[in-house]
């Protein structure tokens, strides 16, 4: 009796060596099926997280700071320090870049960004009478002759960089859009040709340089945005 009982088993336990052998081949030929790994580390290196220390890199840090010049894809940079000398250049050098001009949503984009950014200063009409004046100095009226002798390029300088007392509104308005406040000024001014860039811009150029065309442009601008045409 247990002689045929231990025959049992052993035919038990071949049949199923057989069928894991079997098995087994089968896996092996299933290119799906995941094999076995050893030491997985080396295979998939362990990444460091880019806001971890790294004792590996420069500075104990894993995310490095970027090359000195290096420039974003799409960033706009302002070849243009600060001061009436710049300002004057930039009034010689830039120009409205055309595919602004021909945007059909121009007219509503810089009205909207006038009377968010140059309003409180400026006023509605660009006549220098905002709400924070005469507690702020009172700044010149756009609509006046010397405004509207200054070039497009020198006003983009103007909102770029700042002068004298007003301040670069760079964080705030992005590159394109400063275009397009500039048609908007230019309407206020009544659409007129401007006149030849004059010799003197008043008050010194403020303090600090604040570098680059930073601010954020409308979001899916049919320009391109922040991406758009440098001039
Ligand atoms: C905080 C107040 C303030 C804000 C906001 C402001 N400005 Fe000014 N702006 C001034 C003052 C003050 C001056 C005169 C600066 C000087 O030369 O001393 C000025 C000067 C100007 C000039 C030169 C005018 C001239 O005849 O010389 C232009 C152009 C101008 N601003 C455009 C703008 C635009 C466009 C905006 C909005 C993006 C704006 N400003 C926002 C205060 C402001």
């Not at 290196?45 to 700071?65: C, D, H, I, K």
């Not at 010049?69 to 243009?80: K, P, S």
């Not at 300088?157 to 400063?178: C, E, F, K, T, Y």
Request: charge should be negative; aromatic fraction near 6%; proline fraction near 12%.
């Amino acid at each position: 009796m247990s002689g045929a009982r231990t025959a049992v088993t052993r035919l038990a336990l071949g049949l199923a060596a057989l069928g894991a052998l079997a098995s087994g081949a089968a896996c092996s030929s299933d290119p799906s099926q995941p094999r076995y790994e050893y030491v997985p580390e080396m295979i998939d290196s362990v990444a460091y997280e880019s806001f971890t220390a790294n004792p590996y890199l420069p500075g104990g840090r894993t995310m490095q700071p970027p090359q000195p010049g290096t420039v974003a894809r799409g960033q706009q940079v302002l070849h243009y320090g600060p001061g009436p000398e710049e300002a004057a250049r930039a009034g010689r050098e830039l120009v409205l870049p055309p595919a602004i001009a021909a945007d059909k949503g121009v007219a509503a984009r810089g009205e909207h960004l006038f009377q968010t950014f140059c309003f409180p200063c400026h006023g509605r009409g660009g006549e220098g009478d905002g709400p924070v004046i005469p507690k702020f100095p009172t700044p010149p009226s756009l609509l006046a002759a010397h405004a509207r002798g200054l070039p497009d390029g020198q006003l983009f300088h103007i909102i770029s960089r700042g002068q004298g007392l007003m301040p670069s509104h760079a964080a705030q308005v992005g590159w394109n859009d400063r275009w397009k406040i500039i048609m908007y000024v230019r309407s206020l001014q009544g659409g007129g040709a401007a006149a030849p860039a004059p010799e003197v811009v008043p008050a010194a150029p403020p303090a600090g340089d604040g570098g680059l065309g930073v601010g954020l442009d409308e979001p899916g601008a049919a320009d391109g945005g922040d991406a758009g045409v440098q001039p």
